[in-house]
């Protein structure tokens, strides 16, 4: 063999060999920071939640289907034995147990390793501190090189935000997450409203890819205002750019690539909601010859710290950031609940309706802190019900039916301890003659001193509302 023959068969070797580089198009944890570190082939870091790690997790979304078989992940030395559930382009798929510095294989359900668009990993143990280490993406036994999305430090101001501004603040366009946008605050449909990016230092954009609406569910997009045409760049050097009307990704390009510090997205027209006046925009990222990048935005930092303050040394404080299951479950009823300091939500409930049939629904979006009274604190939450209604009948397929709706509303919170016995015991009797019965039944077994005395010891709570209404409490 000659040199050059050599050489192109080493170059060939060399290039087979190498991994496939995809850079994510969100890396995104329900909370806690740095979870780039999970992809950064250093087990001495890694990423953790913040609080109680029951019930969160950390989303790798691609930027198109991706086939992939395998995901392994390290968990970190010193960290407890972990228990954690996979989501698969949002079907989950069984439950797996992590031990301490030890790497463990999850493999994608049969069928769709050629399509896979999402990966949420979420956990459900252990107790007290999870922590992953690493994080890393195999297609038939060679590895992908899986990449955290780029992201260039700025600032992002809006012309207006609709209140409340925790819960529609323009920083959302750049979370990762196509479940929280920026909302305009004017009457009308937005017209003329506009947000603005102050890089730290000047970029090169020749596109934007834009998530028009609010892409939460299909209820949310068609009920709210859409842009249907927008300005964007630099001072005059903004060009008029025509956007779809559709839910998902859309990129659009600029007529020529403009470099400056500063850019601004104007609303020149937009399409009316079916119910709603407010413009939402979901999700805004930038583009260079490199190709896609967002912008790292202190904001949603800042204003988790100054929840966080604010809760300090108040009973709805005890509560934040803990993960809550119901005081009396079932085999056919579970619900849980976790409110977060950096202002977001999720309940789960999973309901077994007969031997052929059960209903599993997600609820989850915003909350926001309405008054902070003794004993208790009201809170609204903005959010969307996704629910899985699954049944199954002989000799045929098991059918699966899903629906998504906008839902919220106001609910009360009051730690059990701070009610008192009397207080607690005559609200849960009003329960049980209503429609709550089945979720305070099992209160009324037993010694009532006793039971009382169990709910103090597990940090009880009860939550009243329209869009909950439970006692809840922290597992052991």
């Given at each position: 063999?000659?040199?050059?023959?050599?050489?192109?068969t080493?170059?060939?070797i060399a290039?087979?060999?190498?991994?496939e580089t995809?850079?994510?198009?969100?890396?995104t944890p329900t909370?806690?920071?740095?979870?780039?570190?999970?992809?950064d082939?250093?087990?001495?870091?890694g990423w953790s939640?913040?609080?109680?790690?029951?019930?969160?997790?950390?989303?790798?979304?691609f930027e198109?289907?991706t086939?992939?078989?395998?995901?392994?992940?390290q968990?970190?030395?010193?960290?407890?034995?972990m228990?954690?559930?996979?989501?698969?382009?949002g079907?989950?798929s069984?439950l797996?147990?992590?031990?301490?510095?030890?790497?463990t294989s999850?493999?994608a359900?049969?069928g769709?390793s050629?399509?896979?668009?999402?990966?949420?990993?979420?956990?459900?143990?252990?107790t007290?501190r999870?922590?992953l280490?690493?994080v890393?993406?195999?297609?038939?036994?060679q590895r992908?090189?899986v990449?955290a999305?780029?992201s260039?430090?700025g600032k992002?101001?809006?012309?207006?935000i609709?209140?409340?501004k925790?819960?529609y603040?323009?920083?959302?366009?750049?979370?990762?997450r196509?479940?929280?946008?920026w909302?305009e605050g004017v009457?009308?449909p937005?017209?003329?409203e506009s947000?603005?990016?102050a890089f730290?230092?000047p970029?090169?954009?020749n596109?934007i890819d834009?998530?028009?609406?609010?892409?939460?569910?299909?209820?949310?997009?068609?009920?709210?205002?859409?842009a249907?045409?927008i300005?964007?760049?630099?001072g005059?050097?903004a060009?008029?750019?025509?956007v779809?009307?559709?839910?998902g990704?859309?990129?659009?390009?600029?007529p020529a690539?403009v470099?400056?510090?500063?850019f601004?997205?104007k609303?020149?027209?937009?399409?009316?909601?079916?119910?709603?006046?407010?413009?939402?925009?979901?999700?805004?990222r930038?583009r260079?010859a490199a190709?896609?990048?967002t912008?790292?935005t202190?904001?949603?930092?800042q204003?988790?710290?100054?929840?966080?303050?604010?809760?300090?040394g108040t009973?709805l404080?005890e509560v934040?950031?803990?993960?809550?299951s119901a005081s009396?479950?079932?085999?056919d009823d579970q619900?849980?609940?976790k409110?977060?300091?950096n202002n977001?939500f999720?309940?789960?409930e999973?309901?077994?309706i007969?031997e052929d049939?059960?209903?599993?629904q997600?609820?989850?979006?915003?909350?926001i802190?309405?008054?902070?009274?003794?004993?208790?604190?009201?809170?609204?939450?903005f959010?969307?019900?996704?629910q899985v209604?699954?049944?199954?009948?002989?000799?045929?397929e098991?059918t699966?039916k899903?629906t998504?709706r906008?839902?919220?509303?106001?609910i009360e919170?009051a730690?059990?301890?701070?009610l008192?016995?009397?207080a607690f015991w005559?609200?849960?009797k009003e329960?049980?003659?209503?429609?709550?019965?089945?979720?305070?039944?099992?209160l009324f077994?037993g010694n009532?001193?006793?039971r009382?005395?169990?709910?103090?010891s597990?940090?009880?709570v009860v939550?009243r509302?329209?869009?909950?209404?439970d006692?809840?409490?922290?597992p052991?």
């Open positions: 063999m000659t040199l050059v023959a050599a050489a192109a080493a170059a060939l290039t087979a060999a190498a991994p995809i850079t994510l198009a969100a890396l909370s806690g920071e740095n979870a780039a570190a999970l992809l082939g250093k087990p001495e870091t939640p913040i609080g109680d790690p029951r019930a969160e997790g950390i989303l790798f979304r198109k289907n086939a992939l078989n395998t995901v392994q992940v968990a970190c030395p010193g960290a407890e034995e228990r954690l559930v996979p989501t698969w382009n079907a989950m069984g797996n147990f992590i031990k301490p510095g030890k790497v999850f493999s359900p049969e769709s050629n399509a896979i668009r999402s990966i949420f990993l979420r956990f459900i143990a252990p007290t999870g922590c280490a690493e890393t993406f195999w297609r038939h036994g992908l090189d990449r999305p780029r260039v430090p992002i101001t809006a012309s207006s609709l209140t409340p925790d819960a603040h323009p920083a959302y366009l750049f979370d990762g196509l479940d929280f946008g909302v009457d009308g937005g017209v003329g947000v603005t990016v730290d230092q970029v090169t954009v596109a834009l998530w028009n609406g609010y892409q939460r569910s299909t209820d949310h997009f068609k009920k709210n205002a859409r249907k045409r300005s964007f760049g630099p005059a050097q060009a008029a750019l025509e779809a009307d559709k839910m990704e859309q990129t659009l390009a600029l690539p470099t400056g510090g500063t601004t997205l609303v020149l027209d937009a399409i009316k909601g079916s119910v709603y006046q407010d413009l939402v925009l979901s999700e805004l930038f260079d190709g896609p990048f912008v790292a202190p904001d949603l930092a204003r988790q710290a100054a929840l966080r303050k604010s809760l300090g009973p404080g934040v950031d803990r993960f809550l009396c479950p079932s085999e619900r849980e609940l409110l977060r300091s977001t999720v309940s789960y999973a309901l077994t007969s049939s059960n209903s599993s997600v609820f989850d979006g915003v909350w802190l309405r008054t902070q009274g003794a004993p208790w604190a009201e809170l609204e939450l959010g969307r019900r996704h209604e699954s049944s199954w009948a002989p000799y045929s098991e699966e899903t998504d906008i839902a919220g509303g106001k919170v730690r059990v301890a701070d008192g016995p009397d005559k609200l849960m329960w049980r003659g209503k429609g709550a019965k089945g979720r305070v039944d099992c077994q009532p001193e006793e009382f005395q169990q709910l103090l597990s940090g009880a939550v509302g329209t869009a909950i209404t006692v809840l409490s922290i052991h």
